[in-house]
């Protein structure tokens, strides 16, 4: 199934949702338009039943060279409420990434620069072509990497957070993996395989424990330390009481393939 965008590929195969930044002339930049289309089509993703895991990639050489810098130059004759309103819809991008509730899997065939590398951060799981190339550039630009700074610093910490922001280096896909950046690097001709298959592995779990687990990570994250336990020993009784719990224990008892109903 193949839904129609003007920036952006949405497909969906075997329950998963590939969404592909599809301006390669331009090197898939994270435009005002675009942007508004990934919130879009991730939405739809998130609240599709029979989606299990998302998919994120760009078409063509690049993943995402980050923000279109034509858009830049007009934005010095925008007023600044219009400003305002605008970047508001990269914040919400930026923000659905902490309250999804199906898995991202961010496949990474080329540069992901600035905001690119931003959303490959934001991702729950990020496997890169040996091609790709990853860096905070804006200040070469004499910008600042404003809306993406809280998921680059949850990715690599703060002190390589810093030290990627101020001196604006690229890094090799390699590079990204020794500091978190990305988990896997893997030939460009078995990237797609291989996001495929950890989504797949991903959409073998019961969606309800996929969706829990995101809940868990999330909501525990700046929240005080002893108030975590609380919280998680509450949310455990979700899963105790649910019917993919049920199927799991009888599946695995009675040795076949466990059938969820994601309740």
């Known amino acids: 199934m193949s839904l129609a965008y003007e920036t952006i590929l949405y ?8 969404i592909t930044l599809n301006q390669p002339d331009l090197r898939n930049p994270l435009s005002g338009d675009s942007t508004a289309e990934l ?3 991730m939405k739809r993703a998130d609240e599709d039943k029979e989606i ?11 993943f995402s060279a980050g923000g279109n810098l034509n858009g830049f130059k007009k934005s010095f004759e925008t007023p600044v409420p219009q400003l305002h309103k605008e970047g508001r819809k990269s ?11 199906k898995p991202l899997i961010a496949a990474v ?13 934001m991702c729950h799981i990020a496997i890169a072509s ?16 404003y809306v993406i700074l809280p998921w680059v610093r949850r990715a690599v910490g703060e002190r390589k957070v810093m030290e990627m922001m101020l001196t604006a280096e690229i890094l090799s896909a390699d590079q990204a993996k020794e500091i978190n950046l990305v988990h896997r690097v893997v030939e460009p001709e ?19 424990a996929v969706e829990l687990a995101l809940d868990a990570f999330y909501n525990t994250q700046q ?24 199927e799991g224990a009888s599946a695995f008892l009675e040795k076949r393939a466990p059938n969820w109903k994601g309740e």
């Not at 078995?190 to 309800?208: C, D, F, G, Q, Y």
């Open 11 to 18: 497909d969906v195969e075997e329950n998963i949702a590939t």
């Open 39 to 41: 919130v879009e089509a």
């Open 52 to 62: 299990k895991a998302i998919i994120l990639t760009g078409a063509g050489k690049a």
């Open 91 to 101: 914040t919400e991008l930026f923000k659905l990434g902490a309250t999804i509730k």
């Open 109 to 121: 065939n080329g540069p992901a620069l600035g905001g690119g590398t931003g959303l490959v951060a």
């Open 130 to 145: 040996s091609k790709a190339k990853l860096g905070l550039t804006e200040l070469k630009l004499g910008m600042v990497p």
């Open 190 to 208: 078995n990237l797609m395989e291989e996001a495929r298959k950890v989504a797949k592995t991903i959409a073998s779990h019961s969606p309800l």
């Open 223 to 246: 929240m005080d330390f002893m108030k975590s336990f609380d919280y998680l020993s509450t949310l455990r009784i979700v899963s105790f009481r649910s019917e993919d719990l049920k």
